[in-house]
């Protein structure tokens, strides 16, 4: 990730000789009205219930990989998109244990468990052009997040298979490395309540009020995307 970063940033510094006839402010002159763009993204996110997620999978970050189809429209300044994803581990699932909390304790007790998460996101924003290949952006929408949860010795009402709505803003960069690809770095922020707090480990870390608790209710976080957007 960082290597493409790198050579996005180089090609954004490369001689202005090699920008026929752009100018410094505004969209590039032959910037289409309307442009379909797909994407490929993958993404590294830190989850809020942070104490449950290390609890049960010893690690409250994951990664995900997906695509998807950009619009813009107005010379580049506005955008929407619709995204999937999954997580980028052994067959897309996250795979721990079911653990005992007792006064804050964690035991591990031995039992596999296994959860996949699968968002379809929906966002739409606006693109700064303070040039024609460097363009900041700032969007927000919504998206279904399906997550499931089984486990060995479980019995179907243990398990959890459910989807879920919830919120998004995003913000960040493309930098225009060639004239038909580009590549964005953003962060992400995504709010999905509804899913954890209800019962298991979840539910004990989020008993009580404030911050703390309130996060280990939601299934969201904050991540850092790296787009590869084909298309002008």
Do not use: C
Not at 32 to 56: C, G, H, L, Q
Not at 74 to 100: C, H, I, N, P, T
Not at 151 to 164: G, I, M, Q, R
Not at 203 to 218: M, T, V
């Amino acid at each position: 990730m960082r290597a493409a970063i790198f050579l996005a940033i180089l090609a954004a510094a490369s001689p202005a000789s090699a920008q026929s006839g752009s100018s410094w402010y505004g969209p590039a002159p032959d910037a289409p009205t309307i442009s379909f763009r797909p994407f490929f993204a993958i993404s590294n996110e830190r989850f809020a219930a942070a104490k449950t997620f290390d609890a049960v999978f010893d690690d409250a970050s994951a990664q995900f990989w997906g695509g998807g189809l950009q619009v813009t429209g107005w010379q580049g300044r506005v955008y929407g998109e619709v995204s999937a994803s999954r997580l980028m581990k052994k067959d897309q699932q996250l795979v721990g244990q079911r653990v005992f909390v007792s006064d804050g304790s964690v035991s591990k007790l031995g039992i596999p468990l296994r959860s996949t998460i699968e968002p379809l996101e929906i966002t739409g924003g606006y693109r700064f052009n303070v040039h024609p290949r460097v363009i900041p952006y700032l969007g927000g929408g919504f998206g279904w997040y399906h997550y499931t949860e089984d486990s060995d010795f479980a019995d179907a009402s243990e398990n959890v298979d459910v989807t879920k709505t919830g919120g998004i803003f995003d913000g960040g960069v493309e930098v225009r490395a060639f004239r038909w690809v580009g590549v964005a770095v953003d962060a992400q922020y995504t709010h999905v309540a509804g899913i954890l707090g209800n019962g298991g480990v979840s539910q004990q870390f989020a008993q009580g009020s404030g911050s703390s608790a309130n996060s280990e209710r939601d299934l969201g976080g904050w991540a850092i995307r790296l787009k590869v957007v084909v298309g002008r």
